[in-house]
């Protein structure tokens, strides 16, 4: 039996236990602190004293889901954690529009019913795929991709000890300082004469994210041209944060020249790769692997939500290195499964943007929904 809260969790856990299940459903549970609601059409075991259970009255001709829709729209954006109680004396005297016909509540709850299970079924895949591009990717990082695109076990291949575990005997172990040149970012707030400088675009730690670069707001600095060549970044550097949130340390993206004579700032280190040994792709995929993101996190000077780790530490980095073009096969092979997982991610925007304007047509009254059910029963009967 699903243990639920009203928050973003909703599903707590399960129990086997008999006691306060909820089965007079549908419902509309709401968390009496934060306003959180869901809408919830299968028993469920009831452990929070802050959720109320919200029905329609049987003196209403109302629908409940179309009412949970309402409810929705009245959120709070924020409640302050002061643990005031607000149905009663917020909540439950919000005065909201509702259509007089039933069936036209109805309507407006299927539509939006119908995108949810969209939304449900793609949040499925991602997970799914989620899933299969992590376990994917800790099978080629220890165990690769051989020449004819089988991934090596110890049945069929050879092994050896390796820093984390076996690994084939084809492969070394390196340092990222032997395979690798890094450079340390350009310090920012220090003061030039305007004579001999340009202003120059740089990426901060915020720009890079885990295995992609988010380039929506770029800075810029005004510098002495002859000091920005040696932070400027070319085409297969591999990009690396030197801290900031426990998510963000270390991990790599490689630059593709999306910006010209762009620089980085000191607080992401430029790391530019012998590609005879190292591959930027790989190396880029290998530091959000499991073994770059533990030796990161062991290796940094943390604080309560920071943590960072310096030149010397990265300098240090132990990877496990095939020959390049075993690099590429496991590149392209962790490639297929990012595709297939963006093109989730970008239908599951979608279909939530347009849920956002479906709410926005339909619970406010913008389209004449009894023209859709008109035209909708025209189409039926022919």
């Not at 309402?70 to 643990?83: E, F």
């Not at 992590?134 to 049945?155: A, C, P, Y």
């Not at 890079?208 to 085409?235: C, M, N, S, T, W």
Request: glycine fraction near 6%; hydrophobic fraction near 40%; charged fraction near 25%.
């Amino acid at each position: 039996m699903p243990v639920l809260t009203a928050g973003k969790s909703f599903i707590l856990g399960y129990t086997d236990e008999s006691e306060n299940i909820y089965s007079n459903l549908p419902v509309v549970i709401f968390d009496d602190f934060t306003t959180d609601s869901k809408f919830v059409d299968f028993p469920f075991k009831v452990k929070s004293s802050a959720m109320k259970f919200l029905k329609v009255r049987e003196s209403s001709n109302a629908d409940l889901k179309f009412l949970y829709e309402k409810l929705n729209l009245n959120k709070l954006g924020s409640t302050g954690g002061d643990h005031k109680r607000r149905w009663i004396s917020e909540f439950s005297k919000i005065k909201i529009i509702v259509p007089k016909a039933n069936l036209e509540q109805k309507y407006i709850s299927n539509i939006l019913s119908q995108v949810d299970a969209a939304i449900a079924q793609v949040e499925v895949l991602i997970a799914k795929y989620s899933r299969i591009k992590t376990g994917s990717m800790q099978d080629f990082l220890t165990k690769g991709i051989d020449k004819e695109g089988n991934i090596r076990s110890e049945e069929t291949h050879d092994f050896k000890a390796g820093p984390f575990g076996l690994i084939p005997v084809e492969w070394g172990v390196e340092k990222l300082t032997v395979v690798a040149k890094i450079t340390s970012g350009l310090t920012l707030g220090k003061n030039y004469p305007e004579a001999g400088t340009k202003e120059f675009p740089y990426l901060r730690v915020a720009n890079v994210q885990d295995g992609f670069l988010d380039l929506d707001e770029i800075k810029y600095i005004r510098i002495p041209i002859a000091h920005a060549d040696k932070y400027r970044l070319q085409d297969g550097d591999v990009l690396m944060n030197e801290g900031g949130d426990f998510d963000k340390l270390g991990r790599g993206t490689v630059w593709k020249g999306q910006i010209e004579e762009c620089l980085h700032q000191n607080h992401v280190f430029k790391v530019r790769t012998n590609k005879a040994k190292l591959l930027p792709e790989y190396l880029a995929l290998y530091s959000t692997s499991h073994h770059g993101k533990s030796f990161f996190l062991l290796s940094s000077k943390q604080s309560t939500n920071l943590a960072s780790i310096n030149k010397t530490q990265l300098k240090g980095f132990p990877i496990l290195l095939p020959d390049t073009d075993e690099q590429e096969r496991i590149v392209v092979a962790v490639e297929k499964i990012s595709n297939v997982l963006n093109a989730f991610q970008e239908k599951l925007a979608k279909l939530n943007a347009l849920r956002k304007g479906l709410v926005e047509d339909l619970l406010t009254g913008k389209v004449d929904v009894t023209k859709l059910i008109k035209k909708t029963e025209t189409i039926a009967k022919t």
